[in-house]
């Protein structure tokens, strides 16, 4: 069993984040101990996990909430689930071609920009009109 501090360590989760996802009952099945601190075993730790990847999957809270209350179910509600994870994964793939793109404009930009210092390239621009 560990701590809200301990589990704070072991998920990469600030405490305040983790109070927050526990009073939102977004970590179900949570004890306390004799003191009626909240305690976490590795069952929560691995859902604090997957917690954190749907927050980064860009899931609100509610989506998450959803998701929850879906898995709570058990397995009937896997196909349902699986839809919702199409759905982000698809947004996901989206952001990563975008993401890409401006990669490869930076990219060619240094490059330009390389070119230009060392003499390769002349140096052109969209905004500065240099013929005058």
């Known amino acids: 069993m560990y701590s809200m501090k301990e589990t704070c360590q072991k998920v990469g989760m600030s405490y305040e984040t983790l109070k927050y996802y526990c009073n939102e009952g977004l970590i179900p099945n949570?004890?306390?101990?004799?003191?009626?601190?909240?305690?976490?075993?590795?069952?929560?730790?691995?859902?604090i996990n997957s917690l954190s990847c749907l927050k980064d999957c860009g899931m609100s809270i509610a989506e998450m909430r959803e998701y929850l209350e879906l898995c709570l179910k058990g397995q009937s509600t896997i196909p349902q689930r699986q839809k919702i994870l199409a759905i982000k994964k698809q947004d996901l793939l989206k952001k990563q071609q975008m993401l890409q793109k401006s990669i490869d404009y930076i990219t060619w930009k240094q490059d330009f920009y390389n070119d230009v210092l060392s003499g390769k390239t002349k140096y052109v621009s969209n905004l500065i009109d240099e013929d005058n």
Request: glycine share 0%; net charge positive; charged share 40%.
């Open 30 to 47: 949570v004890e306390r101990d004799k003191n009626n601190y909240r305690i976490f075993n590795d069952k929560n730790i691995a859902w």
